[in-house]
């Protein structure tokens, strides 16, 4: 069924290719058709071909490797940003659900802090690490970035990781009480299995967002090796290649997909025994 | 809507209470530490300048929010009008579903990427687009579920009355429906703030408040874009306090499920 | 030996002080021995299930004491004391049976073979020990409620309190339920305190029924239900079963006509 719908957006895109105005067009005045161009909008096989192709004239070796090399650096930032992330996430999540006036007091700022722009954060993360000498560990340069993915992949965590450690039935809180038992022991027997059908979307946007913080960090911090920096140099040759953006850019799409992928994984291992359906 | 003076001072008080401290420690961290102004500016000079450069700070958030209003309403006028769609014709379900759940995973600047180049370089196109996309999906996805969990019992006696598929979707799938719409408009608010800056590290025009942000560290005034990062915060919880707002003149009743207000 | 349970002059009132008050239980004096099967019953807003709660200190009383097993309330649930029984059987639907039986063992920290003999033993005596390995989705609602009496009685407490737990049940299973019960505690020797909507329910159970009445929550009649050995069909069609039944529907009648004049 995927394969068959991104097809039909292919399909589509050629479509619209051959139809829509060579330099965008109007639609009762507003400028929202895109230009179709084939620098604007390359041919469907035009950017897949691509990726037989060498980076540079003359290599050897074709753009696939250099992108999938690429995306392997980033893919491993982002897994290091999503387990810091859903650490703190969860940790997060779990003295919010304790204590409701912390969870009235720091909400809003959480909410608030996901509007920091991450471009403002990355070089601030980078030198506060480049201060860090904690004994003989220094700072990696990449740790910034993984750092930035987590922060973006904290908050979906907690806010769903909560709602889920909240959305336990009354009357089995009650049961639990009737067993005194202390709120440790009905966070782990109750709290945190009835949270699970939450805890899968969750950690699925977190997983997601750490892509996007790590990719972002790459390209504001200049941190080489990872496919953000290979998007932004093949988007300065646009004009020159146009598909070549093309190939990195569905390099991120695939990290992206495949961090989800991982999350469904999990989820079909953990969901086996319950018929329940997934909150988002 | 009566709140007692009690609850409200009890749902205010814990975040000023957070927040002033916070800054307090803030600016006692940068005094005490002799942090440099290129390391971490203090909340003090952070302030100033945001007052120096008030208009700037305005004309560029007005951009950017511009970006995420018309995306939040277009997004929000698609998901919903897609919901109906979707729920009534299962085949164009099976085949948008999977796409949407693909394009969501995809990180937001590959999009924009794209984007970017398929519309002209001062266009403001591609961040609304972006935003479009996430609030529609978003909105999608809980107004879906709104429309489709109905109580069974509702059902059997909407059938018992011989009403219509149409009679059974206005008096009692979309009623039902509605407080899911709020709840998938207070995550898609702060969305589609966070979106809309997100789109603009990319290229593109360079009017709205991620691109002033990128200018002034590149030009080592730190505090100046710590003025424009106050600024884009004020924006977001513009946007998400008119939804919080919105959510509890809409459902007098109050919110009849364990909701959380940010989940 | 102290009582099983002693509630000495206990008041309750919720919202105490605001415009919404409710007075759910005024003054009530009650002694249950060791061994007996005591129904509170009566119609809604009489204060029954409050009572069981007042009981099972899941609430604290206004005015006056309850005392489990000559120990203050609370002490006899952080005790573990008592094992108790809703009208929803309130499984864990990502535990199997064997497992949701094992929740109290496990909070009070026996080890894992102990528990697992325990939980098995418990089932057999509920006649559900083919389904330790099930979870409670694949169960219907009767069986559900029997593990929920099994893991109920799992540390083999003393005392017994169930809030209509039969209540969502139809009546061919639920006296089938009732009989289980009487055979299930006979066995181990439970106290039982049973809060129920039903008259024959509380006179077949019962060594004793309290009824009570509404506005406010109080105990207006106590009357004691001495039937012998408890046989099924034959207890059920015998003349003094009906008689007993009538004794209680008038003490709940003659609430009822005070409360309408």
Redo the contacts between chains.
Sequence with gaps: ??G???L??AVLWELYKWVGPED?GTVFGL??L??TSD???PHVWDMLARYAQPERRGFPTPIISTVASGAWFSLRLALAGFAMGTLVGLGLAIVMARFK????????????S???????LA??VV??GG?LHLGAFEWPRWLSAAVLGAFLAFFPVA??T??GL??A?P??L??M?????SWR?TLF??RF?AA?PYLVPAL?LGA?AS??GV??AE??TGLAGGIGRL?IEY?RE?TAD?AK??TA??G??A???L???MVATADLMLMR????EIV? | MNRSPRALALLVLPPVVFGIAFLALWEAAVNVFDFQPYFLPAPSSIWQQFLENTRLIWDASKVSGTNALVGLLAGTVLGIALSFVLGRFRLLNELVTPLAIALNAVPIFVLVAVFNNMFSITSEVPRRLMVTLVVDFIVLVNVTRGLREVGAIQLELMRSYAASEVAILRKVRVPNAVPYLFTALKIAAPAAVITAFVSEYFGGSQNGLGSRIVSSIAISKNAAAWAYVLGACLVGLAFYVTAVSLERVATPGGVGRTDRDGA | MSAAVEVRDVSKVFNAGRPNAVQALVDMDLTIEPGEFVSLIGPSGCGKSTALRLIANLLEPTSGQVLMNGKPARKARLDQDYGMAFQQAGLFDWRTVAKNVELPLELKGWDKAKRRTRALEMLDLVKLGDFADHFPWQLSGGMQQRVAIGRALAAHPPLLLMDEPFGALDEMTREHMQAELLRICGETSTTVVFVTHSIPEAVYLSTRVIVMSPRPGRITDVIDVDLGPRRGLETREAVAFFKKITEVREALRGIETSDIA
């Design positions: 069924m995927f068959l719908a991104l039909l957006v965008g400028a929202i895109p230009r620098y604007a909008m006036v912390i969870e009235r007091g720091l909400l809003p700022y959480l909410v608030v996901q509007t920091v722009p991450l471009i403002a070089p601030l030198s506060w201060k806010v769903g909560l709602k909240t959305s039935p009357a089995a009650e049961l009480d009737s067993y005194a038992a022991q027997k109750l299995p699970v699925r997601t892509v996007v990719v972002v390209i504001s998007i988007a646009a146009p953006v093309y850019v569905f991120a799409a990290l992206g997909l961090m989800a992928g025994n319950r018929p329940r988002e």
